[in-house]
């Protein structure tokens, strides 16, 4: 496949040389999974279609729920929900991580009540939200975004905290103090961790999303998974659960794009 | 290393021109330094005591002694990075202040930072008045004085670590201080290198007249480049604790000088003594 495509002068690193090589190389698992599945569904036939459909029965019950409108519905809602609850998580965790990380007196009045609430596993808050916000779209975004929160929080805090000291010390020795210190060496310095923070966040909002619709919902991807379960339609959860997958990764691909760039210029 | 011809050339055009006239957009106005009864204690521990003297401008001062004698210390002190000093500190004709605007420093490691690039670090160390014209102006000259013109876009990373350093210089220089305080700005360099660098040191302060307070440990690089030399270190007639005034002695013959020259070799012999080592 390579040998046609590279050309002599990128000899070394032909697989980089080769458009796209590197999608190609990550694709390879994926369909090798499709083809066992196909192979174990269909020609074997190990695996009744209640427990395990073939692929084209998935993409069936797609293209069914796409046609009656159905699949837009649940997606779109999904990724609404996901992008509010990061978005909100995401930036109260840059502030209240930049306040912590810069103000010594507010990281020994706040940190230890922070880290307490850190340490209660999040989805026990779930009851409390029902009953405080209930579980409509607020409820569902509000738990997304405390999903969100920490990991952006803990890695603008630890970040700023561990800015290498021989910068700032040198900054300051230049005449730079206050916003100016902080726009040009401490938030530079932290722009690489805190986009691992946020990447990491992205995925945690995607398990709170599972999270809230499979406990209350009408729509959405969870809503999608608790209703096939109830309805035995092993196609259509399979579905869901490729859905998510492929939603997951698109998201992380695109903040991975955007992370670069950061990098090019910050890093 | 692919600049070094550009150093050389550089370096003998300088040479052959003296006295080289001061340019306009890099000369300091060059201050006194004079220390009275400086001393500083960390955690009641005493590392400096009873440090007087007075350094004259232009004048340029190596501070030796073994290590963790306090070297460091009292350059900090002078660029008002420490406030912990007990006694005086005067620059020109005030005391010395927090972060004092008329010193620079280079520090022992260049201190660059990652996501810029060389200009942009150099333009780090531009006084705040200046206009945005001038601060470019003093910028290309600057990179021109320590042969970076053209890694001028590149960042840290691109260059080597005596060219980060000869940047760290020029972010220094680029505040025109009244004092340069070096932090053995040197000491992480090859020894090639090294020679390199205290050659373009003595080119810019030919250039600048900038008064220059510069830490080592390296004997041979105090006596190629100071006119004096404070060697600090505990004094054998007294027991107490912390580094004092052990000398302070001026260097024979002017400057650039011949590395082998003999008539510094009874030196020599004298401050190895003082900082305890055996020069044979």
New interface residues.
Partial sequence: MTTTLATPAAAPGRAKSVPGGRILLGAAVPLLILGLWWLVTGPLDLFTPTQLPAPQRVLDAGVGLLEDGALFAHVGISVQRVLFGFFFGAVAGLLLGSLLGLSRLADGLLHPTVGAFRAVPSLAWVPLILLWVGIGEDGKVLLIAIGAFFPVFTSVHSALRHVDP??V?????????GTRLLT??QL??V?PPVFSGLRLALAQSWLFLVAAELLASSEGLGFLLIESQNNGRVDRLLLAIVLLAILGKTTDALLGIIERKALK??? | MTSAPALDQRHSAAASTQPVVPSETVASESLSVSFNDVGRAFDGRTVLRNVSLTVTPGEVLAILGSSGCGKSTLLRAV?G?DEGFTGDIVIGDSAVTR?D?RT??G?Q?P?L???RSIRRNVE??L??NLSKAEGQARVVELLELVGLSDRAALRPREISGGMAQRASLA?ALA?QPGVLLLDEPFGALDALTRLKMQDLLLDIHAQTGTTVLLVTHDVNEALQLADRILLLGGRRSDTAEGATVKSLVPVPGKRPRDRAATDLAQLRSELYAGLGVDSR
Wanted: no cysteine; hydrophobic share 45%.
């Fill in positions: 021989h910068l010390e040198a900054g300051r020795a230049f005449g730079y103090h040009t060496v530079p310095a722009v210029t910050w890093a | 660029g990075l972060y605007e620079a420093v520090f490691e201190r930072l990652p996501w780090l160390g006084p705040r972010r505040r």
